[in-house]
Structure formats: C-alpha cells, structure tokens
C-alpha cells in the first residue's frame, strides 16, 4: 500500500511516500534482512530472471527497503529515479561509470569533497576519463574549460569548507549549451533547503552519511535523476555490488522523516553561531551562506531555503591558535563528519585537505587559522561557551 500523494507538502511526502506494508501492515516501515528471495515455483523463478514479472530476485538487484528509501528520496529530490549506494562516494563511482567511458572528459569545481578529486584524479583516470577543475564560482571558467569530448559537469554547493556557493542555474544553461550532464553533489544542503533538479541540474548525488541519517550511524549514498540517465547507473551497480544495505536503508527512511525539522534547526543554530562568531575579537573572518557579510549572499538567498549547517572561521595567529581553540573544547566532538546532531569540528588544513599541496591549499583559500564547524542541534550558547575558552 503507498501513501503517495503528489500534493502532499515536502514534510509530509518526507513521512509518506514510499511506505509498502507487509502482510502484518506495520506502521513503521519494515527492515527486509535477506540476501535473496523465494519463488514459487520454477516458471516463476524463470519470469523474474528474465524481467518478465516484476519482483524481488536478490538484495544485490533490489531490496524492499531500499525501494522504499529510493521512492521517497526521489520524491522529495523531484527525479524520477533514485538508485541507492553503499556510500556517497560509491554513488559518484556509480554515476562516473555509469555515463562515461574512456575518452571523455569532466569539467569539475576545484570546491569538491577530498575524495571526489582522488576519484576524478586516480581511478577515473587511470580509465582514461580526464578532469578539468575550475572555480566553483566563475561561471566564465567552466564555459572556457569545455572540449569537444566533455560529457558531465560536477560540482557541490556549498562547497567544503569555505561555503563558496556555485550558481546551479547558471552553471546547468553552460552545460546544456555543450551538450554535457550536470551533476551536483546536494549532500550539504538536502533536498529540504535546495533541489538541484529543478534549477537545471540533471542528476543529484548524495552522501545519505551526513544530514540524511543526521546522527552520524551509518554510510550511504544514493544517486538521482531521469529513468534514462539512472538505468546505466543501475547497471553498474547490480553487476558489481557496491548497493546499499536493508539495514542502513531502514535507518536512513527513518532519517528523511525528520530531516526538515533537523535541517531548520542545524540552519538556526549555524546563523546564530555564525553571527556570534563575527563579533568574537580573534575571529579575522566567518563563511556561512546565511550571513549578509558572505560574497553570494544574494545567491544563497534564491538557490538555497536557508544557510544550512556548515560554518567556517579563521582565527588570528594561524595553526596554533586554531589548534588552540580545537584543543580547549570540551563538549564538541573533534572529526571530520559533518551532518550529525552532535557538534563536530576540525581544521581542514591538517585532516580534510591535508593531503593537497600547501600551495593549493593557500590558492583555495584553506587557511592554517581556519575551523570548519559542523553545527548540531545543542543549544547554541554551550556550542559558544565551549569555544570561547580557547578563542579568548
Ligand atoms: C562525505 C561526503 C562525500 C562522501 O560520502 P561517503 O558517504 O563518506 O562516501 C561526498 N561528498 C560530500 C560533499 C561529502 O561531504
């Protein structure tokens, strides 16, 4: 049975779509751990092999859980497919080999998650895809660094950690104007704050990791767009099995059901912090989308609902004094991820980007000073005490 409704508001179709219940018609959506499934008969068996009946065979093809997680997430994306991944970066794995072969090319933001450019610089590579990365902002540079043989446009926006926000619109007409695909990475954002699709975008990917679980449990991705474009992607994915499990599925179902709620309140509580932030004498700089200091302002105000989670400030004196405020916390939670209702911070320049040059770090504008807070759900005022003792 589907709750299905097309009118339905976003918040609602986040609760209800997708839902098929089982013979017991349960009211929180069931969790289908089997790796395969039973026939009744041979003949069955033969039809569903052939794709003659539709139906479950195996979880590496479908899994019912998933399906539900797919269905709904592609709904509130506003695409007509979703394929659901083991994590975000198998989801850009599965949309690279999924539409591109050797011989094609890919203008990129140089604003991408660090693993993004491994992808694109190592494994796509080495497949014969080459990369071109231009600035997440300068439209003027994407349209310059078309070739011939370029197939997709990839970009995130906001992107980590600086917040640069690239003009989806903008971006989408270059790439329809080449006869290329647009991809965006809409992980920071959700689909509750931004959906790519309908500024132009043709695929969405996510790392479901960050705000869709939203309490940093499970890895997952999944990636959108039209049937046509998803049915390579699929391909790919059912061949060779980087899918998302039942379980994580469940999980990250449960996750949509209150993502707007939690991204209103992640949005509330980063503006706030990052308002405080810029009063705080130490503090040479903040980048958040929702502040009327940030350079696309105006941007962020038509592409995005609100600012999202994600914060980032230079401190004064460097390396030191932003260990120094990372060091003297006591409640915030010192890693990486991003997208959890626990407060996470780090200093991109020795974890996240450590790994790229010190001159391309100075060139993307990763300062020593900087701190990229991924604000969570606690009250503000604990969030600003605990980092007042090392900004003091
Ligand atoms: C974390 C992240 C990814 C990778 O996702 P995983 O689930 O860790 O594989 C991709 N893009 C962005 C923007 C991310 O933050």
Request: hydrophobic share 45%.
């Amino acid at each position: 049975m589907m709750d299905h409704n097309d009118d339905y508001q976003l918040e609602t179709l986040a609760l209800r779509t997708g839902t098929v219940r089982s013979q017991f018609n349960e009211n929180s959506e069931a969790m289908f751990l089997t790796s395969s499934f039973v026939f009744e008969n041979a003949a069955q068996a033969a039809r569903r092999f052939i794709g003659e009946e539709p139906g479950n065979i195996y979880s590496r093809f479908t899994n019912p859980t998933v399906t539900m997680f797919e269905e709904r997430l592609a709904v509130l994306e506003g695409a007509e497919q979703c394929v659901a991944t083991a994590s975000g970066m198998s989801a850009i794995l599965s949309l690279c080999m999924g539409l591109l072969k050797a011989g094609d090319h890919v203008v990129a933001s140089q604003s991408l998650f660090g693993s993004t450019v491994n992808l694109f610089n190592t494994v796509m590579k080495k497949f014969g895809v080459e990369t071109s990365f231009v600035s997440a902002t300068d439209v003027a540079q994407w349209q310059a660094a078309v070739k011939p043989n370029t197939k997709l446009f990839f970009l995130e926006t906001p992107s980590n950690p600086l917040t640069e926000l690239s003009d989806i619109a903008a971006i989408a007409k270059v790439a329809k104007g080449c006869g290329a695909l647009l991809a965006v990475d809409n992980c920071f954002c959700t689909p509750i704050l931004q959906r790519p699709l309908d500024l132009g975008a043709d695929i969405v990917v996510h790392s479901a990791t960050k705000y869709i679980d939203g309490q940093g449990r499970v890895l997952g991705g999944a990636v959108l767009g039209s049937k046509k474009l998803m049915e390579p992607v699929y391909g790919f994915l059912r061949t060779t099995g980087p899918t998302m499990s039942a379980f994580n599925a469940w999980v990250f179902l449960k996750g949509l059901e209150t993502l707007k709620l939690r991204m209103e309140a992640h949005s509330a509580n980063a503006l706030e912090l990052a308002l405080w932030l810029e009063r705080q004498p130490n503090v040479a700089r903040v980048f958040y989308p929702g502040l009327p200091s940030h350079p696309q302002y105006e941007l962020a105000k038509h592409q995005q609902r609100t600012g999202g989670g994600i914060v980032a400030f230079e401190v004064k004196g460097g390396k030191e004094a932003a260990w120094r405020v990372i060091d003297n916390t006591k409640m915030l939670s010192i890693t990486a991820n991003l997208g959890d209702t626990k407060t996470t911070i780090t200093h991109p320049a020795t974890t996240t980007h450590a790994r790229i040059t010190p001159e391309a770090r100075a060139a993307a504008g990763i300062g020593d000073g900087l701190i990229r807070i991924a604000v969570g759900l606690e009250a503000v005022v604990d969030i600003q005490n605990d980092l007042a003792r090392g900004l003091a």
